[in-house]
């Protein structure tokens, strides 16, 4: 979410904003609303004052005539002002839904497009893997390694579902504790963050699309059952399962005010994620490469209003996970992603995205997104300027550090051997406790 003072006074730069992101906001009936909503604070204000000087010269009226006179006036104030004030709800709730649709600016070196076939390649690492036999799927290696299964996943769970088995559920915890002891020792403190949370993360971060959630579009899972509260009353509030660790830690510090000299703060985050995949309808029906559920480790950064700063530690966040590329050998390439592609409230933004053989092309395994002050004027953390003691919003960064079921697969597909074997990389062979998976004898 963007101040609307800025909003006022860059007006143009906004709408250049909501066309190349693909967006459809009118700007101007933004404005107008504003206007509008300005208009009514004012005048209620105004009545609410007149309201309470009619209170004092009923007190200071000195005949019964006079005091009627007053009282009529005062009637006359309330209804005016029991007019109003439905009113200006009514207002503020279309302005707030407006304002929940602002983007914000993509950096000058973003580039311009409408879709992810705009999207720059900008690096690419690691040699193609050559085969002398015709790679197999992820698919085909989990089953014939006996350590994916997906019919009963789908028995169990439904579509999409799958279960890890054996070596396969060593590899992806193995990949799970790498990153973390990665993120530990590049100075991210480790969190284990709720996965159940209320709505006010998920909309401060960017995970619904308007001012509440929209079941139809957003991807997120809602809880049907109902909590209690402390006094054993049903509570009223909804919750959600978030679909990355990022929400939660983003709104750790909410409604708070931080000291400048403990910025930058940064946090690494291990949870389950959940996402509906609504948007995705049809899209990588089989295999694992796109779940509902799985593991990740995510990277979140809350920095100072510094715009070239927080280009640093977007380049230092994305920097860890290529490290983590290199060591696990995978060939991948980075991209900065297109306006269009990008999302209403981010900034700047690059993928990752490892070779897959068996799939035959690469696939996202990464996403690293600076957000400037669009989630924390949502989630109101500030910050204390230390030279001039005003209040200012962090600036929010976030990265993925390794997700379980793409890097499974990578892992699987990079990896395969003839006999359909597969050589574990040599930094998880301590989390698997063995060089490599062979098929189970029969």
Excluded at 1 to 20: G, P, T, W
Excluded at 28 to 51: F, H
Excluded at 422 to 436: A, N, Q, T
Aim: glycine share 8%; aromatic share 8%.
């Amino acid at each position: 979410m963007l101040d609307i003072q800025f909003i006022r006074s860059h007006k143009e730069d906004i709408a250049k904003a909501i066309k190349n992101k693909g967006l459809t906001l009118d700007v101007e009936k933004l404005l107008a609303k504003d206007q509008e909503r300005v208009a009514l604070i004012q005048e209620i204000e105004e009545l609410k004052i007149l309201k309470n000087d009619i209170n004092d010269l009923i007190q200071q009226a000195k005949t019964s005539e006079e005091r009627a006179e007053i009282i009529a006036k005062g009637k006359e104030i309330k209804m005016k002002l029991d007019e109003r004030e439905p009113l200006f709800a009514a207002v503020k709730n279309e302005y707030a839904v407006l304002m929940a649709q602002v983007p914000n600016i993509p950096s000058e070196d973003t580039p311009i497009g409408a879709s992810e076939a705009d999207n720059v390649e900008v690096f690419k690492f690691g040699e193609l893997p050559k085969f002398a036999f015709t790679p197999r799927t992820h698919i085909e290696l989990g089953m014939m390694l006996d350590i994916l299964d997906l019919e009963r996943g789908v028995k169990v769970s439904g579509y999409r579902g799958y279960y890890l088995k054996n070596e396969g559920t060593l590899l992806v915890m193995g990949v799970m504790l790498y990153a973390l002891q990665k993120m530990v020792a590049a100075g991210y403190a480790p969190m284990i963050p709720p996965t159940l949370v209320k709505g006010f993360p998920l909309f401060g971060s960017g995970y619904f699309k308007g001012l509440e959630y929209d079941g139809n579009i957003d991807e997120i899972y809602q809880v049907a059952t109902s909590d209690k509260e402390i006094d054993g009353s049903i509570s009223k509030e909804q919750k959600f399962l978030v679909g990355t660790a990022e929400a939660s830690l983003l709104a750790y510090y909410s409604g708070e005010v931080l000291e400048e000299k403990n910025l930058p703060l940064k946090l690494s985050g291990f949870s389950q994620c959940y996402r509906s995949e609504i948007g995705s309808y049809g899209k990588d029906t089989k295999g694992i490469f796109r779940v509902h559920e799985f593991m990740k480790v995510e990277q979140v950064i809350l920095a100072t209003a510094d715009v070239a700063q927080s280009d640093k530690l977007q380049e230092e966040m994305l920097a860890i996970s290529e490290e983590m590329h290199k060591e696990l050998g995978l060939p991948y390439r980075k991209l900065q992603i297109c306006t269009g592609d990008m999302g209403v409230g981010k900034y700047k933004m690059f993928d990752l995205e490892a070779w897959l053989p068996g799939m035959n092309r690469y696939g996202e395994t990464g996403s690293a997104s600076n957000f400037l002050d669009w989630q924390s004027r949502r989630l109101n953390v500030k910050y204390k300027d230390a030279k001039t003691g005003e209040k200012k919003y962090v600036y929010m960064l976030n990265n993925t550090g390794l997700p379980s079921p793409r890097i499974f697969i990578a892992i699987l597909e990079n990896y395969q051997q003839a006999d359909g074997s597969v050589v574990v990389p040599e930094v998880l062979r301590p989390f698997v406790g063995k060089d490599v998976i062979e098929a189970k004898k029969k």
